[in-house]
C-alpha cells in the first residue's frame, strides 16, 4: 500500500513538473498499459482485416519475409518513441514532446496528425469489425432486425460498424476500470485466440501449401504491369504496396502514451508498453500469418482475403471458430482505438488547439472526457461514409484508403519528434528509459522507413484508380492522397490564425520543484 502511494505522489508530482493537475483517474497498472497497445496494434485485427492486400500486391513473401523485416524497422520507431514517453509521460503524447523539443509550430502539425491517423483507426478496425461480424452472420444465416441470410451488402455491414461504434463509446463513458479491465482480457483473448486459429490451421486442413510457395512465390494482382512478378516496377511499387499490411497492424501503440496519464509509474511503465506491445505483437503476427498462408492451397480463393481461405480450406464449423475469435479480437481493438483516440483529442483540447475546445476538454463526473469520445466516434462514422459504395463486385475500396490515412498519420505524427530528439542530441533530458547512444543511429532508421512508407501509401492501388485513364473508376481511387490537402489546408489554418492562438502546451497548475504545486492558473476545465 505504501508503495503505491509512493508511485502515485511521483506520478502526480512528475505531472505536475510537466505543467498538469492529475484531472485523470490514475488506476492503470504496468501490465494495463502495455495491454492498450497489444490491443489496438491487434493481430486479429490488422492481419486478418488486411491479408488480402498483402497477398494481392507480393504474394506470400510480402508477409513471410516482409512481415518480420518491416517489424524490425518499426521497431526502431517504437524504441525511439519510448524513450520520448519516459521523458514526458503526458497524455498528450507525440504532440507534448514536439512542443518541448520544437516549439509551438512542431507541436500543432504533430498533433493534428496524430488526431487525423486515430480517427482513421478507429474507423478502419471498427469497419473491419462489422465486416466480420456481417460474414459470421451470414455463415449462421442470422435474421434479426438486418438480413443476413445472404451475402452481407455494404449498408448492412455500414449500419452494424454503427452499432460497433455506439457501443465503443458508451463502454468508454461509463467506465475507465472497465476499459483497462477489457484491455487486460483481450491480451488473453489475443495469445489464447491466436493459439487456437494457429491449432486449427495446422490441424484441420486436409493439405497445406508448400514452404516453398509460403518463403519465395511472388504474386501480382494488382492490376499494373500486366500482372508480372519479376520486373523492377513490381519490386518497387507493387510489392511494397502489400507492406500496408504489415504497417497498419502494427499502429496505435503511442496508446501507451496517451494513457500515462491514467498509469501508475508511468516514467517506466508507459515507456515499455510501446516497444513491448509492438515486439510481442510482431512475434505473436508473424506465427499467424505463417499458419494463414500455409492453409491458402487454394489461391484464387485467398486472393479475397483470410475468411475466404478459411471457409475453402475447412467446414463451415472450423471456419465460424476462427472468424469468431478474430471478431472478438477486433472488438476488444475498436474499443481500445477509441479510448486512445479520445485521451489525444482530450489533451489536444486541454492545450487549446481544437476548435472548440472548451468542450472537448471536459470531463465528468467518473473524470472521463465525453465530448472526445464521442466526438471521435462521430469523426471515424464520417471519414468512413465512402465505404458505402463500392466496385461491381461490392468490394469497399474505401476501406483500404482510410486504413492508408491511419498509417500515414500517425507514422507523420510518430516521427515528427524522433526527428527533433535526434536534432536536440545530447541537449535531450532523458528519462529514466533511456536509449543512450544508440539513438544516433535508431531515430535515422526510423525517420527514413517512414518517409518511404509516407510515398508508397499514397500511390494508387489499382490502374482503375487512375484519374487519367480511359477505364478510371472512381470506387478504386485510393482517396488517402487527400491528407496532402489536409496539410496543406493546415498550413494555411497555422499561418491565417493558429500561429497567434496556438503557444504549444497549457499548464494547468502553476509548480515549483522546491515547493510543489500551487495555485492554478486558471479555472479547470468545467466538470459535467
Not at 165 to 194: M, Q, R, T
Not at 257 to 271: C, G, I, L, N, Q
Amino acid at each position: 500500500m505504501a508503495d503505491e502511494v509512493g508511485h502515485r505522489d511521483r506520478d502526480e508530482e512528475r505531472l505536475a513538473a510537466l505543467g498538469y493537475r492529475q484531472d485523470l483517474s490514475r488506476v492503470w497498472s504496468s501490465f494495463s498499459n502495455f495491454a492498450i497497445s497489444f490491443t489496438i496494434i491487434s493481430v486479429l485485427a490488422g492481419c486478418f482485416t488486411t491479408y488480402g492486400q498483402a497477398f494481392n500486391y507480393g504474394g506470400p513473401i510480402t508477409i513471410s519475409w516482409g512481415w518480420p523485416i518491416i517489424c524490425a524497422l518499426i521497431l526502431t520507431v517504437a524504441f525511439s518513441m519510448s524513450e520520448l514517453c519516459s521523458a514526458y509521460p503526458t497524455a498528450g503524447g507525440p504532440y507534448w514532446w514536439a512542443a518541448k523539443l520544437g516549439g509551438p509550430g512542431w507541436s500543432w502539425f504533430t498533433g493534428w496528425f496524430n488526431v487525423i491517423g486515430l480517427i482513421a483507426v478507429v474507423a478502419s478496425v471498427d469497419y473491419g469489425c462489422a465486416t466480420f461480424a456481417a460474414d459470421l452472420f451470414s455463415i449462421w444465416d442470422l435474421n434479426f432486425i438486418l438480413d443476413f441470410t445472404g451475402a452481407p451488402e455494404l449498408d448492412e455491414i455500414f449500419l452494424l460498424f454503427i452499432v460497433i461504434l455506439a457501443l465503443h463509446a458508451l463502454i468508454n463513458i461509463y467506465s475507465s476500470n472497465l476499459v483497462a479491465l477489457f484491455n487486460n482480457i483481450s491480451v488473453g483473448v489475443h495469445v489464447i485466440g491466436v493459439a487456437i486459429i494457429i491449432l486449427i490451421l495446422i490441424v484441420v486442413p486436409d493439405r497445406h501449401q508448400s514452404a516453398d510457395f509460403v518463403f519465395t512465390e511472388t504474386i501480382n494482382n494488382s492490376g499494373f504491369s500486366n500482372g508480372s512478378n519479376s520486373n523492377l516496377f513490381f519490386w518497387f511499387w507493387v510489392l511494397p504496396s502489400g507492406f500496408l499490411l504489415t504497417m497498419y497492424t502494427v499502429t496505435g501503440y503511442d496508446a501507451s502514451a496517451h494513457v500515462s496519464e491514467e498509469t501508475k509509474d508511468a516514467e517506466v511503465a508507459a515507456a515499455k508498453g510501446i516497444w513491448q506491445s509492438v515486439f510481442f505483437s510482431a512475434l505473436v503476427g508473424w506465427f499467424v500469418l505463417l499458419a494463414i498462408t500455409f492453409a491458402a492451397v487454394d489461391v484464387e480463393a485467398a486472393a479475397g482475403g483470410t475468411i475466404p481461405i478459411f471457409t475453402s480450406a475447412m467446414s463451415s464449423g472450423w471456419a465460424e471458430i476462427i472468424i469468431l475469435i478474430s471478431t472478438i479480437g477486433q472488438f476488444f481493438c475498436g474499443m481500445a482505438c477509441v479510448t486512445s483516440c479520445s485521451r489525444t483529442f482530450y489533451a489536444f483540447s486541454r492545450d487549446r488547439a481544437v476548435p472548440g475546445w472548451r468542450l472537448w476538454s471536459q470531463v465528468d463526473k467518473r473524470r472521463v472526457p465525453v465530448a472526445a469520445v464521442l466526438g471521435s466516434c462521430v469523426l471515424a462514422l464520417i471519414i468512413t461514409l465512402p465505404a458505402l459504395k463500392g466496385t461491381e463486385a461490392g468490394f469497399p475500396f474505401a476501406f483500404f484508403a482510410v486504413v492508408a490515412i491511419a498509417v500515414i498519420g500517425l507514422y507523420i505524427a510518430y516521427v515528427i519528434p524522433v526527428y527533433l530528439r535526434w536534432r536536440a542530441g545530447s541537449n535531450f533530458e532523458p528519462g529514466s528509459w533511456n536509449l543512450g547512444e544508440k539513438y544516433r543511429w535508431m531515430n535515422v532508421v526510423a525517420l527514413v522507413w517512414v518517409e518511404i512508407s509516407v510515398v508508397v501509401f499514397l500511390l494508387p492501388f489499382a490502374p482503375t484508380g487512375l484519374p487519367w485513364n480511359d477505364d478510371f473508376d472512381a470506387t478504386t481511387l485510393n482517396y488517402a492522397p487527400a491528407i496532402v490537402v489536409v496539410f496543406l489546408a493546415l498550413v494555411i489554418w497555422w499561418n491565417v490564425s493558429a500561429s497567434k492562438s496556438y503557444e504549444g502546451p497549457v499548464s494547468t497548475i502553476d509548480f515549483d520543484e522546491g515547493l510543489g504545486i500551487t495555485d492554478a492558473e486558471e479555472e479547470p476545465p468545467a466538470r459535467g
